[in-house]
């Protein structure tokens, strides 16, 4: 009987014996089958996560920031034990003792699902399982998916320390709201730091990693309550809260920025606008775009926030004077089904839906409105983002609406989507005043001329009613405005300020037939000196100039200054027919203004990496002695520049001065008129189609280009001087204050001479008078008088002097063609323009 028993009972424990070999071959070889060919988990000793690239100001505020996953990496030592903690709490409260996974948390995981007969189905994953899941493997709830995740899980606990695995899943993890890893988060829902988390906020994050969609605080607040209290709970149990702070912190409310009870970050941020667009499309050019918005850059911007806003509303003014002008009415093409504007809730639930800009302050905010009724003498509106009261109804009066050509009732409909803005003298309501944005365009820029940095940049009325750059990406014919690069090549061949050039009809026949070029004013000046045919943009001696220079020479002269690629050498791109960029020819004018230094222009002053190392920065120059103490008070430290020179320092300074007679009484002066030296340049194109000014002061150079982005006339009287003019001097008038500005700097090398602007002949050096000009000519250079050039154009040989022309009455002559033409008299300010194409 014995011996039965002990066979029956030594049967049981082979069997036994071998049923536990067998499933433990059975899993060995389940592991060793789905342990092969896995991806590798060593690659996370190297994982750098996607992460926000931030842009400052110069100033060092956020401005705007880019990204494909919105992530701010948190290195482990710098994540706080209480967050730590509540994660640990919420989803591995064994995580620092297992191997990778919980036996005991996968046993029970399985007890659940058959008893409930696999209606309830948990993951029972640990931190590092998760953390193989997001990375390596696919997030599938099938049995081979949680091997593989196990095996893996298991390798990584062997490779990697547990804090740097705790540092990949609070920085991978999604937490809803388009964040990622835990500071973006606290970021997002508390506008806080991770270092100023409450226990109760910090259990709030470790409750959204399951769904965060199914704990949203607002649908879904009383879930995310439940759920946040759990996890407090299981901190003062797992020891990481005492029972009195534990009671405290579930005592306290659901508070978070989607409920209202903090601020935005991105209140605190300016929209984003052209700068900041710009510098995205440059850094996406010259890093990669996949490195931009993941690499978690830090760019220093070049902007100055008070010049952009200054900018902005300088190109804005202009703009909408024009837009309003004209009369016309098109709103912003976005309409509401009156349906939905039965209820206050519902048409402003309407309006917040629909797409028009919120980015424009011109005088003060312009705020969506839609339009409820259309009474007799006035409009009935909703205005979004504020509430309506007995001061200041929702009513725009008729009397506002003057400007509009037509029937008022013709213009509106009930549910058209449109823009007002508050008017108000001091603190006193006047009305809301009925706005549309423009539909003519424009782009403005300014940097400083020695260092290249723009400091502001506006690429159109608005950002969000269009993205596209106009400073940057609109290529438009300069028109008068690219003349100073005739007038250089000219000054580099030996020609001075005083050198005659004929100012006479001219006839070139070309393939598309006879090109009869003429001056803005259609009439003829005669012989006339190279300053005075700048000031006055006269179209005919520029042809002619280019024509004696070469227009190989002024093609390459436009390209070294960046103007253009491969510039065409035909006689109308003298006249700036051939299109470019304003940001190119503001870059360009930059060298004139510093001595005819190479100066390359930058939005960006420097760019970090991740870890705070520089991969590019703008300004290479060398401070020579920065790191001296004994440096006087007196004096600053010694920068030595590297610039390359692209044109002679006199020739720099003749044109510039040059130029300030354009300014001073030419075709800019009455528009601009600064208390500091000023010089520039105005451009119109054939029938107005762009207008120009770019001008600069000793520090900055601003340029302002005005137009229709399919272009079309901008209508009778429209110039350069007339329309960027005015959005120069609102700019720089300002600017001025903060950025400075004097004499410019005469090179060494030359000596001044006293000559007639209108005749270019030698004066005494005591002469004075309204037509004295000072004229700076090279050493040794003895300038010869009273020789013109025609530019090897034939014409009339009765065609007077300009002393005649600019006394006596208008004459008809006779050309070298046989035609008659105009010649004088001395045109006036009134019957200039520009010049431009013709």
Known sequence: MLRFVLSFFGAIFSLVTLGIAVIALSIGAVFWVYGRDLPSHESLAQYQPKTISRIYSSEGKIIDEFAVERRLFAPADEIPDLVKEAFISAEDKNFYSHAGYDTRGIAAAIVEAVKSRGQNVRGASTITQQVMKNFLLSGDRRVERKIKEIILAARLEETLPKEKILELYLNEIFLGQNSYGVAAAAQTYFNKALSELAPHEAAFLASLPKAPSDYHPVRRKDRLMQRRNFVLKEMMENGYLTEAAYQAEVDQPLRSVQNGDFESYRTERPDRDYFTDEIRRQLSRDFGEGEFFTGGFTVRATID????????????????????????????????????????????????????????????????????????????????????????????????????RGNFFDNFEVGDVVHVRRMAEGDNFIRWSLRQVPEVQGGFMAMDVNTGRVIAMQGGFSYQNSVFNRATQARRQPGSSFKPFVYASALDSGYTPATIIIDAPIEINTPQGMWRPTNASHQFYGPTPLRTGIERSRNLMT????????????????????????????????????????????????????????????????????????????????CVDCDDPTIPRSRSPRIVSDRARVMDAITAYQLTSMLQGVVERGTASSAVNLPVPTAGKTGTTNDAKDVWFIGFTSNVVAGCYIGYDDPEPLGRGASGGGFCGPVFQRFMSEAIKKYGGGKFKIPPGGHFIKIDRFTGARLADNASGPNVVAEYFRDGEEPIFGVSFDGGFAMGSDLPLFEEVGTSSAREVTTSTGRKATVGPKASFGTLSSGGLY
């Open 305 to 404: 926030p008070e010049m952009q806003v200054l900018a902005a509303e300088s190109l804005r003014i202009q703009l909408e004077q024009y837009d309003r002008g004209r009369g016309e009415w098109r709103g912003t093409g976005k309409t509401i089904d009156p349906a939905q504007l039965k209820t206050e809730e519902s048409w402003r639930a309407a309006l917040a839906d629909t797409r028009v800009a919120r980015d424009i302050d011109l005088e003060s905010p312009w705020h969506p409105a839609v339009v409820l009724e259309i009474e007799d003498q006035q409009l009935r509106l909703g205005i979004e983002g504020v509430e309506e009261t007995e001061a200041e109804p929702f009513v725009v009066p008729r009397k506002d609406i003057g400007w509009l």
């Open 543 to 622: 042809i002619r100039l280019a024509q004696e220079v070469g227009m190989d020479v002024v093609a390459s002269y436009a390209e070294r200054f960046g103007v253009y690629d491969n510039m065409g050498q035909y006689l109308a791109n003298a006249l700036g027919s051939e299109e470019t960029t304003l940001f190119k020819m503001v870059s360009a004018y930059a060298m004139f203004a510093n001595g005819g230094e190479r100066v390359e222009p930058t939005l960006v002053d420097r760019v970090q990496d991740r870890y705070g190392k520089t991969i590019y920065r703008h300004d290479r120059r060398d």
